[in-house]
């Protein structure tokens, strides 16, 4: 356990060091909130509301989405994939910890310094711009930890399996790429999957994807409560679970392919 | 001297290099392309799916939104396509690529538009072509020549416009090389915000967008014209005609910063 905590510290330490390059992506982030939140609001002034999402709930879930940009890795994310093509993935296999475990360490680690040094920050300039709808209870502030860490874990065992697809294919990133723009729209990112037209939505609510967004948000709107919340929550865990498990199953066939050229 | 002639033919043939060369992984080219269709279409359906919800868009319809959309997203299409080489101009000045340009004998604008050319990035323009062509048939504009003249003139102009933007942000690279971020939020974030009605932010930003980086006339303000709609800002109607005009001025304006950059220019050494 100590072996994991030293890894996810340093991840944490890693991201330190590219101060100016996070400042400059908060600005872009903190921008697109802006106008995310500024469209959904000039859509629904005084016109009630969309599917229980009130103007000021619509506004919140845009900026806690685009909060959670960099947290769960939205835009992409090829660290696996990198090593793999150079063949650095050998030493990381060679080490003598589980090489799944030691990754997902690696990804909280990252994911905290985001949470803190890009998240927060951009939940402050909506709030000073907009003014967000904050959870008001010790216990949804509880439950918003949780389902964090499950999006996190969900969002991570995904880039995982797209990952060491590169096992097999020279494509991998082509084929992430357009992934990762599918689930941005079905995970409830542009907006709540519960504007969709019905069989869409019930296709989304399907997928794991909502798991990496809508839940999250919706946890932070307290849109979920009592047991419909638990079971959110489960759903997610079931996500993180099941992923998990085929990230753990295609790295297995994946090892069974790696061949280290003595060099 | 190099005449334009001998220029465009050298331009096709260095461009034509570069896209042989990105044709050669055909599978990988496929997959980018889809995917930067893909990644650039879903700010369309999102708006798609307001609009199923609500018909209007502080009084603007889907098609309407949709006509601004597709107008900024073929000029900045168009721009990021021609210009790739300007995105990574920070590494030509860190790695000092930028003395190899200036020792040939050729114009270091014209070499560094040819240094890279990223077909990929027709993702982009196919879907602002389509949006633009759905917006364009399911509207009823009372087409006259004059709008046809104007909607020709708006995309050219939003392309000078937004090419003028990237060199500027290149030249920024001049001084310092971590300039080129500040870029990114008129250039992405300036074809996000100007694919809706201007009417939806606080008066700061319009202002912003029509006088300081004028993209209001990348799309908007032709559109208006288009739409025979008058200025809610009460700006008189000329004004949506300015296009070419502001255009002209920007490249002039970023053809001096470029000239002023390269005069400035001390290589890292390296």
């Known amino acids: 356990m100590k072996l994991y905590w030293e890894v996810a510290k340093r991840a944490f330490q890693r991201q330190l060091a590219y101060r100016t390059a996070n400042l400059a992506g908060l600005v872009t982030n903190a921008f697109f909130g802006y106008v995310r939140a500024a469209v959904l609001v000039a859509f629904l002034q005084g016109r009630g509301e969309i599917a229980g999402y009130d103007a000021q709930a619509a506004m919140t879930y845009s900026w806690v989405t685009q909060a959670l940009i960099m947290v769960v890795a939205l835009w992409g994310w090829w660290e696996i994939e990198t090593t793999i093509r150079t063949g650095d993935v050998v030493s990381d296999l060679s080490k003598p910890f589980p090489y799944l475990a030691f990754w997902l360490a690696r990804d909280y680690g990252r994911a905290a310094y985001f949470l803190m040094f890009r998240a927060l920050p951009i939940l402050l300039v909506g709030q000073l711009t907009f003014g967000l709808r904050w959870p008001t209870s010790p216990l949804s502030w509880a439950a918003l930890a949780l389902s964090l860490v499950l999006a996190i874990t969900v969002s991570f065992a995904w880039r995982f399996l797209l990952n060491v697809s590169a096992f097999w294919t020279a494509d991998a990133r082509g084929i992430g790429y357009l992934a990762m723009a599918v689930i941005l729209f079905l995970g409830g990112f542009a907006v709540p999957v519960h504007f969709f037209p019905p069989w869409l939505r019930d296709l989304a609510l399907a997928l794991p994807f909502v798991a990496i967004t809508q839940t999250p948000a919706d946890v932070f709107l307290e849109r979920v409560t009592g047991l419909a919340l638990a079971s959110a929550l489960l759903r997610q865990a079931l996500w993180a679970v099941a992923l998990l498990a085929a990230a753990r199953g295609l790295l297995a066939l994946a090892m069974r392919r790696v061949v280290t050229q003595g060099g | 001297m190099h005449t334009p002639r001998t220029l465009f033919v050298l331009y096709w043939r260095l461009i034509g290099a570069q896209v042989r060369s990105q044709m050669q992984y055909k599978v990988s080219f496929l997959l980018n392309l889809i995917g930067a269709f893909m990644a650039t279409i879903i700010d369309f359906l999102a708006v798609a799916v307001l609009f199923t919800r609500i018909p209007h868009l502080a009084g603007w319809s889907l098609g309407e939104v949709a006509l601004l959309y597709g107008m900024s997203s073929v000029s900045f299409a168009l721009a990021e396509m021609l210009s790739a080489a300007l995105d990574t101009f920070d590494t030509y000045i860190a790695h000092g690529t930028f003395d190899r340009v200036l020792s040939r004998p050729l114009g ?95 008066d700061w930003l319009r202002h912003f967008v029509t006088f300081i980086v004028p993209l209001a006339f990348v799309n908007y303000y032709p559109a208006l014209y288009l739409l025979d709609r008058t200025d809610p800002f009460g700006l008189p109607a000329w004004v949506r005609l300015l296009s070419p005009l502001v255009a002209i001025l920007l490249a002039l304006l970023a053809w001096a910063a470029w000239t002023l950059g390269v005069r400035r220019y001390q290589s890292t050494g390296s």
Do not use: H
């Open chain 2, 108 to 202: 270091a604008f014209f070499q560094v538009l040819t240094e890279d050319f990223r077909l990929r990035r027709l993702g982009r323009l196919t879907q602002g072509t389509l949006v633009l062509w759905l917006a364009l048939t399911y509207l009823d504009l009372r087409w006259s020549p004059d709008k046809a003249v104007v909607l020709v003139v708006a995309l050219a102009s939003g392309f000078v416009i937004y090419s003028s933007i990237l060199v500027m942000g290149a030249v920024l690279c001049f001084w310092t090389v971590q300039g080129k971020e500040a870029t990114n939020i008129f250039t992405y974030g300036g074809d996000f915000m100007t694919s809706y009605p201007l009417e939806i932010y606080s």
